[in-house]
């Protein structure tokens, strides 16, 4: 791992497992990332040894920290009880016990939205602000990060608030993958995400929202139509974010 790199990133995918050094003076890659395919299935040995893998391809120093943006909420020390995206055999299990075991040394695992959050809190969209922040990715699902005066809320699943009576969960009736099965123009998109942005500014009364996910990349296309009193801004990081912000938060847990 090269000089310029202070810590090392992983983020976990139900498709992909990407890896990276990360600059933590600059929020960015230190090295071009790697990124590997989840495996078929990606039970917690299978997944565990592509994160070795990386570990070894970049060379990685033992004392490095060492930070895994995963797909589930994470409670140190405690079993895993929900998994969406990945084998069921990791329900039940510690994921950092699994990962540290995995790659022979002490790594820190974080929930891979609250990642995404903390790296446009610390280095993008969000930085030097000092109120509350809702950090979201809008995708396949919408993932959600709170974090007040740079202070991580971990774990919140604000994705499955009830939008409407009916509805089900906001994401059932929010997310990017709705707009592309039911063939949504943006605009008319923006309204159903006006419905939920406002849902969260009437519960939290937030001082910024950051909206991620790969659909940001056409922001200027939705977020203009989306009607609240809340600031609502375009995620900087995007891609790079969980890989960013899971190095970060490995640094904050170092004792």
């Known amino acids: 791992m090269i000089e310029t790199a202070q810590a090392f990133g992983v983020d976990i995918g139900g498709s992909g497992i990407k890896a990276a050094p990360v600059d933590l003076e600059k929020g960015e890659f230190a090295l071009p990332r790697l990124k590997i395919l989840t495996p078929e299935v990606s039970t917690p040995d299978a997944v565990a040894a592509i994160v070795r893998q990386q570990l070894e391809h970049f060379e990685v120093p033992e004392g490095a920290p060492v930070g895994i943006a995963f ?3 994470i409670k140190p020390g405690k079993p895993l009880d929900f998994m969406a995206n990945l084998d ?3 329900i ?3 994921v950092t016990e699994v990962f540290s075991k995995a ?3 002490p790594v820190t695992v974080v929930n891979d939205a609250d990642a995404a959050g903390l790296a446009e809190q610390q280095y993008g969209a969000a930085k030097g602000n000092d109120g509350l922040v809702i950090a979201t990715t809008l995708g396949t699902g919408i993932g959600t990060a ?4 740079g202070v991580l809320i971990p774990n919140t699943e604000l994705g499955h608030i009830q939008l409407e009576k009916g509805k089900g969960d906001a994401e059932k009736y929010a997310a990017s993958s709705v707009r592309d099965k039911k063939s949504l123009g943006y605009k008319k998109w923006a309204k159903r995400l006006t419905k939920y942005y406002g849902l969260l500014e009437q519960y ?3 001082d910024l929202f950051v909206v991620g996910g790969g659909v940001s990349r056409m922001a200027d296309r939705f977020l203009p ?3 609240i009193k809340t600031p609502i801004v375009q995620a900087k990081l995007r891609n790079e974010a969980g890989i960013v912000g899971a190095a970060y938060y490995a640094t904050t847990k170092l004792i």
């Not at 709170?146 to 005066?149: A, D, E, G, K, P």
């Open 71 to 73: 797909p589930a909420p």
């Open 88 to 90: 069921q055999s990791w």
């Open 146 to 149: 709170l974090i007040h005066n």
């Open 103 to 105: 790659c022979g040394r």
């Open 225 to 227: 139509f989306i009607d």
């Open 92 to 94: 039940g299990l510690d």
């Open 204 to 206: 939290f009364s937030p």
